[in-house]
């Protein structure tokens, strides 16, 4: 039981930090075995659940508003996604980096699939409208005198 507590916390945390990590060969098969198997619909349901894991930190709590029921529909959802991946889409690649590469391998993998999804959020064009928004509160000359003075030609 601890040991599936502890595999299914490193997931969690690994995909809430998309820190990077070590990548043996067995590591990258899995990696690619999770990207290739999880369908768009998955990725939003992943998309889904990192966004109401960050929803949870205090400094933006107040501007997301998911009840507890969604939220426990969202880790429900997220977690059997991630069940499914491990043990029947990508069982052998799970089981060779475990074997030979540790749980860290999971981590790995799932942090790869995480950021993968995540640019999904970037690439909506309602977000990027709404990031463009930032060049309009942007002081141009003083970002122009550092690139002028660090050498940086602009175009």
């Not at 998309?47 to 109401?52: E, G, H, L, Y």
Request: overall charge neutral; hydrophobic content about 45%; some cysteine.
């Amino acid at each position: 039981m601890f040991k599936k507590i502890a595999i299914t916390a490193s997931i969690l945390a690994s995909l809430a930090a998309f820190s990077p990590a070590y990548a043996g060969p067995y590591t990258d098969d899995l990696s690619k075995c999770l990207v290739k198997s999880a369908s768009p619909s998955d990725q939003k349901d992943l998309i889904r659940w990192i966004f109401a894991a960050i929803a949870l930190h205090p400094d933006i709590r107040s501007m997301a508003n998911i009840s507890p029921d969604e939220r426990a529909a969202i880790n429900k959802t997220a977690a059997s996604l991630m069940v499914r991946l491990l043990t029947e889409d990508c069982r052998t690649e799970s089981v060779v980096a475990l074997k030979y590469e540790g749980t860290v391998s999971v981590q790995t993998s799932f942090s790869l699939l995480g950021q993968i999804a995540a640019q999904g959020i970037f690439t909506a064009p309602e977000v990027a409208a709404g990031m463009a928004d930032l060049t309009a509160n942007v002081d141009a000359d003083k970002l122009n005198a550092l690139y002028k003075e660090a050498g940086v030609v602009q175009k």
